[in-house]
């Protein structure tokens, strides 16, 4: 079978509540969003995405998840405007992240809450034809595939962030001294990719070996190669949903659960 790469994104995204956060009446911390748009080259798109996980200990996490899901899509947005990323670094990456904090402050002044409440992690890219931005803060994580590669691999972006004791990462948040941000721009055509927050890591991850689970990814991004398509394909969407809100996965992860998956490819790989 040739290999071949569509033009248009499609994708789908799914979110379900953990069963120990359902257990005591806890709303999912979790947030996404996604949006393909124009690129900054007539012709060409971006494909926008977030994920974020609320800290399960601070009590307006899921408002924290929601706000730095729409700040860093409003970033991307305007990175669009620009006419190339060759100046885009990881001071550029903090400046949003501190956007984000400043929007916890102002929401917090007005609720009139302790601001330690608002913490996330947060995971976003911003893809474009031939170059990718990529920036996270904490623990989930990216998979991609690159368009010059024959094989049906996925490889991750950047490895779990954990902190200092087991089972803790690192946070977006304004009480926080110091935020570490990984950061990456990535100078290579991506023509699939999925960006997914703890809940999933232990299926979608080896954590001896630190490779990507090919098991996990290989079934879910079948049906998101269909040229016919573009945007987001709702129906599998509606699907995910329900695979991550299964006893099956239920079974390996009690966690909130947040992915987002997209490809623009149009063929499946050649048979080995």
């Given amino acids: 079978m040739s290999l071949r790469t569509g033009s248009s994104w499609r994708y789908m995204a799914g979110i379900a509540a953990g069963p120990a956060h359902r257990m005591v009446g806890t709303p999912c911390q979790d947030a996404y969003a996604v949006e393909v748009r ?24 899921q408002v924290a998840s929601r706000i730095i899901c729409s700040t860093l899509i409003h970033e991307f947005r305007e990175l669009l405007t620009r006419p190339s990323f060759l100046d885009i670094h990881e001071d550029q990456a903090a400046e949003w992240i501190q956007h984000c904090v400043a929007r916890e402050l102002k929401l917090a002044e007005r609720m009139g809450v302790d601001p ?12 474009l034809p031939q170059q990718s931005i990529f920036v996270q803060v904490g623990d989930g994580a990216i998979v991609v595939h690159k368009e ?20 803790t990462t690192m946070f977006v948040s304004p009480d926080a001294e110091e935020i570490p941000i990984q950061f990456a721009v990535i100078d290579e055509p991506i023509d699939e990719l999925a960006l ?20 996990f990814f290989k079934p879910l991004f079948e049906p998101l190669r269909d040229p016919a398509r573009a945007g987001e394909m709702l129906e599998l969407s509606a699907m995910l949903d329900a695979f991550l809100d299964s006893e099956r996965v239920a079974e390996r992860s009690d966690d909130d659960k947040a992915i987002i998956m997209a490809s623009r490819r149009a063929t499946g790989w050649p048979a080995s």
């Fill in 148 to 167: 010059a590669s024959l094989e049906e691999q996925w490889d991750w972006v950047f490895w779990p962030m954990r902190g200092e004791f087991d089972n």
């Fill in 116 to 127: 330690y409440g608002f913490a996330c992690t947060a995971v976003g890219v911003c893809i």
């Fill in 196 to 215: 997914f927050t703890d809940g999933i890591q232990g299926l979608a991850l080896q954590y001896a070996t630190q490779q990507v689970h090919l098991p």
């Fill in 38 to 61: 124009a690129g900054h080259l007539p012709g060409t798109e971006a494909l926008l995405a977030v994920v974020a996980d609320g800290a399960g200990s601070r009590a307006y996490s």
